[in-house]
């Protein structure tokens, strides 16, 4: 039984930073890639970076020398690291992991808001 479990979210200031965390029940090692992914109210879910197993990495255009997704196989934990937030960052962000492309997993979610 896998089960991610995200953390992190808060209301910060434009500008400002977060870091989130993912924690795994097993051995991130497992998956084959885990990402972060955000939706905003009335939006469709949005890809916001991925770590494979080989440790690349891939990020939304959006996010791109903001963000940074990184993992620590140790703590079975993959982080994303938020810069320079601004508004259009409010989402609720969701860690996802993949194996084989035939099993994808669901954290519940942890709300980011950006606001004055």
């Known amino acids: 039984q896998v089960q991610l479990v995200e953390s992190g979210g808060a209301l910060v200031q434009p500008g400002g930073s977060l870091r989130l965390s993912c924690a795994a029940s097993?051995?991130?090692?497992?998956?084959?890639?885990m990402g972060w992914y955000r939706q905003a109210p009335g939006n469709e879910r949005d890809l916001v970076a991925i770590?494979?197993?080989?440790?690349?990495?891939n990020y939304a255009d959006s996010v791109k020398g903001r963000f940074t997704i990184s993992r620590d196989n140790a703590k079975n934990t993959v982080y994303l690291q938020m810069n320079s937030l601004k508004p259009e960052d409010t989402a609720v962000y969701y860690c996802?992991?993949?194996?084989?492309?035939?099993?994808?997993?669901w954290g519940q979610g942890t709300q980011v808001t950006v606001s004055s």
């Open positions: 996802n992991a993949v194996r084989y492309s035939l099993y994808s997993y």
């Open positions: 097993g051995s991130i090692l497992s998956f084959n890639s």
């Open positions: 770590i494979t197993s080989g440790g690349s990495t």
